[in-house]
């Protein structure tokens, strides 16, 4: 597992360390490497209001830090999409039992932010979508690569690209997300929320996500934002 639980932070001393020193050493190397790929053909059509998407791609904190710097993205949250109510807990979800999958819901303004751009973010820079049921150290069905759709469109539309990509070998193995229709998104503990910028020392963080971040601001300079969209502001606001 790439982070410990609470109650044996004092056990894994040691291998935080090593992993601290290891991240220092190659700031600029991330889990997965992002990959410059052309936007979608097919888009989501002109919509009013806030809209939703959901997708998962290893472990939630690198992805939502992601959303959380983008332009026209007004919450993201982490949390689990794909099992009951029931199992819907970091530890039980854990297990990679419980058919859910660690995933950020991405609330949006369709005037600012496409549904395609953020498909476009989300195959780039979040996470590398031709590891099945992992992403870089994480292991399990829990850390697959998904796309949970809120509408027929967003199926299409995420399908379609996936198809698109794959035709255009933008990958040296082929895409393994899933496209599936949202059944249920149940937050994270409140502990997982803004994890990213609450900790940036963290080895894994430091090591693994920051490293996406910086892509972020690299290869989608105009959809970038230096202050994040934090859950805890949204909060505050409400």
Not at 85 to 102: I, L
Not at 126 to 137: I, S, Y
Not at 207 to 229: H, M, R, S
Request: aromatic fraction near 10%; proline fraction near 6%.
């Amino acid at each position: 597992m790439r982070r410990p639980a609470l109650a044996s932070l004092l056990a894994a001393t040691t291998a935080l360390s090593l992993a601290f020193a290891l991240a220092f050493a190659a700031p600029s190397r991330a889990a997965e490497d992002a990959v410059v790929i052309p936007a979608p053909a097919m888009d989501a059509a002109p919509a009013s209001g806030i809209q939703t998407a959901v997708i998962a791609g290893g472990c939630f904190w690198g992805v939502q830090g992601v959303f959380q710097h983008t332009a026209g993205v007004v919450n993201a949250v982490s949390g689990y999409a794909g099992g009951t109510k029931a199992t819907a807990d970091y530890q039980t979800v854990s297990s990679g039992r419980t058919g859910h999958a660690e995933a950020v819901e991405i609330k949006y303004d369709p005037k600012k932010i496409s549904y395609g751009k953020i498909l476009q973010i989300y195959f780039s820079v979040a996470h590398d979508p031709t590891q099945l049921n992992r992403q870089g150290p994480d292991v399990g069905t829990q850390y697959r690569s998904a796309v949970f759709t809120t509408s027929d469109e967003q199926k299409k539309v995420a399908e379609a690209y996936i198809a698109q990509l794959n035709g255009a070998k933008v990958f040296s193995k082929p895409i393994v997300t899933k496209v599936g229709a949202l059944e249920a998104f149940y937050p994270a503990e409140a502990y997982h929320q803004d994890y990213l910028t609450l900790h940036p020392n963290q080895p894994y963080i430091a090591y693994n996500d920051l490293p996406k971040v910086e892509n972020l601001k690299k290869l989608f300079a105009d959809n970038y934002i230096e202050k994040p969209t934090l859950v805890s502001a949204s909060k505050a606001t409400n």
